[in-house]
């Protein structure tokens, strides 16, 4: 009963955070001078509009999505529309990055473990999949999962249930699983590095969402939104581009993606000493 009553204080904890992060990006949208889009996402670009239009479709229905892209491209902020947006909109969103957590600790966190499971465990501890239940779970980084935990994976979807570490009892799970990838697991599961039926599993649904180069009607909308949310933090009295910056900021092909072109204004904003960013406050690869 004090587990139950722990995860359900921590769902409430995570709905409130999700709360003020959406009332914090309307803020900046209307102190930026940009008009929030309806979806609350830039979507101004046709090729990020068909991702929001079918983002908005998937998240009717309870099936497993998989959003892939090049890094920085915003995949979990798409994720979270997903979920904003589907039945268990309600329930919490639980973000993990699987690729920054080893085997056997990535087990212990989605699965959960029993105490005295292994050295250290004090304590019976639910896993992300419990915590998720009546939410989303979006697991991150998914191809960088081991093979061995692949399998783990797999048969906690298929059956919907999991099983903590040092437990021989399973427990049912209702969380909707989304996850994302930066790589192309087609070759990966070629060269068998990803299971197949794991993949054919996790791509039910598909949003592939495109590189910031493909986006250059939301480039600039979206610059002047982290611009507003830099100079805010830091206290600066910045409001805009001087006209040969937003040609530059146009101009530049941004491998990095939306997080190179957040580094790039919050630089901006931390070095410049007038009131609009001139082309020197940008650093010299732009």
């Not at 239009?53 to 979270?80: N, P, W």
């Amino acid at each position: 009963e004090g587990i139950d009553a722990a995860l359900k204080e921590v769902a409430l904890a995570l709905k409130r955070t999700e709360h003020k992060l959406r009332e914090r990006t309307r803020k900046l949208a209307q102190i930026a001078m940009v008009e929030d889009d309806p979806v609350g996402i830039v979507s101004r670009s046709p090729e990020m509009r068909r991702v929001m239009d079918l983002a908005q479709t998937i998240a009717k229905v309870d099936s497993t999505v998989l959003v892939t892209g090049e890094s920085g491209t915003g995949k979990e902020r798409v994720a979270r529309f997903v979920h904003d947006n589907s039945a268990c909109s309600d329930g919490p969103f639980v973000a993990v990055n699987c690729g920054a957590i080893s085997e056997t600790l990535l087990e212990s966190e989605l699965f959960g473990h029993a105490r005295g499971a292994f050295t250290g465990a004090t304590i019976d501890r639910p896993g992300l999949f419990e915590a998720a239940n009546g939410g989303t779970l979006f697991l991150d980084e998914v191809g960088e999962i081991p093979l061995p935990m692949q399998v783990k994976l797999l048969r906690a979807l298929q059956e919907r249930e999991v099983r903590r570490v040092g437990e021989n009892k399973s427990r049912p799970i209702s969380a909707r699983i989304i996850t994302a990838t930066n790589k192309d697991l087609v070759p990966e599961v070629a060269a068998k590095r990803f299971r197949e039926d794991l993949y054919y599993r996790l791509k039910v649904m598909e949003l592939t969402v495109p590189p910031l180069r493909m986006r250059k009607e939301d480039l600039l909308p979206l610059a002047r939104i982290l611009l507003a949310e830099a100079a805010l933090r830091m206290k600066r009295p910045v409001e805009g581009f001087t006209a040969p910056v937003a040609d530059r900021l146009l101009a530049y092909t941004w491998p990095g993606n939306v997080r190179e072109l957040e580094n790039v204004i919050e630089r901006a904003v931390a070095v410049t000493t007038r009131i609009r960013v001139d082309l020197e406050d940008l650093p010299p690869e732009v």
